[in-house]
């Protein structure tokens, strides 16, 4: 191995236990709790060697986010794939959707609810993001006919996340939610 491949591979691995580190302190004590100088000692690497591989604490929430971008895609994927027909992958989708936010609280923050320099809506997406939105329009495609496809997932996305969102800020009540969610299903799988 070269003395260039090898310090590849050590600078993959150092950027793998930095947000590694910042997902786990997200997730123990919120995002707050996630300092660079908290992370270097976490890691046992200085600020600078982390300053060497992200700009700031911003730039290590977005690679945090787009490692969710993934684990999402990949959710919504087995969703869409398990469901006996198009009426039930909408159903299945909503769920794995919603369970994906209840289960991550902070992950989904870094997705969808802070500030991160992400390109949303443009050329730039990052992938897994655009994997996740187009597996969102396959699961309402059955149900388009002439609608704008893309209208339609940006509305069935923004009822997910409203209700994600409306949940976990205790604006709604919890004994709700599968009759919302239900509802929600209802009116995109007509």
Same mark, same amino acid.
């Given at each position: 191995?070269?003395?260039?491949?090898? !310090?590849? $591979? &050590?600078?993959?691995? $150092?950027? !793998?236990? *930095?947000?590694?580190?910042?997902? &786990?302190?997200?997730?123990?004590?919120?995002?707050?709790?996630?300092?660079? !100088?908290?992370? @270097?000692?976490? *890691?046992? #690497? =200085?600020?600078?060697?982390?300053? =060497?591989?992200f700009?700031?604490? +911003?730039? *290590?929430?977005?690679?945090?986010?787009? &490692?969710? %971008?993934?684990?999402?895609?990949?959710?919504?994927v087995?969703?869409?794939?398990?469901?006996?027909?198009?009426?039930?992958?909408?159903? +299945?989708?909503?769920?794995?959707?919603?369970?994906?936010?209840?289960?991550?609280? @902070?992950? #989904?923050? @870094?997705?969808?609810?802070l500030?991160?320099?992400?390109?949303?809506?443009?050329?730039?997406?990052?992938?897994?993001? @655009?994997r996740?939105?187009?597996?969102?329009? &396959?699961?309402?495609?059955?149900?388009?006919?002439d609608? +704008?496809?893309? *209208?339609?997932?940006?509305? %069935?996305?923004?009822?997910?996340?409203?209700?994600?969102?409306?949940?976990? =800020?205790? $604006?709604l009540?919890?004994?709700?939610?599968?009759?919302?969610?239900?509802?929600l299903? +209802? !009116?995109? =799988? $007509?």
């Amino acid at each position: 191995m070269s003395t260039q491949t090898r !310090r590849e $591979r &050590e600078r993959a691995e $150092r950027e !793998r236990a *930095i947000v590694a580190a910042a997902r &786990e302190l997200a997730l123990a004590e919120g995002w707050d709790a996630v300092t660079t !100088r908290r992370l @270097a000692a976490e *890691i046992e #690497y =200085s600020q600078p060697v982390l300053y =060497s591989h992200f700009k700031g604490k +911003d730039a *290590i929430m977005a690679a945090v986010a787009v &490692e969710g %971008f993934a684990e999402l895609a990949t959710a919504l994927v087995t969703a869409r794939a398990a469901a006996a027909d198009p009426r039930q992958a909408v159903a +299945d989708v909503a769920a794995a959707y919603v369970a994906f936010a209840d289960q991550r609280p @902070a992950l #989904y923050d @870094a997705m969808f609810t802070l500030a991160v320099d992400l390109p949303f809506a443009s050329s730039d997406v990052p992938t897994d993001l @655009a994997r996740g939105f187009a597996e969102l329009a &396959e699961t309402v495609r059955p149900f388009a006919g002439d609608a +704008d496809l893309e *209208i339609l997932t940006e509305t %069935f996305w923004s009822g997910l996340h409203g209700l994600v969102t409306l949940m976990r =800020s205790a $604006r709604l009540r919890r004994e709700g939610h599968d009759r919302r969610l239900a509802a929600l299903v +209802d !009116r995109f =799988s $007509r």
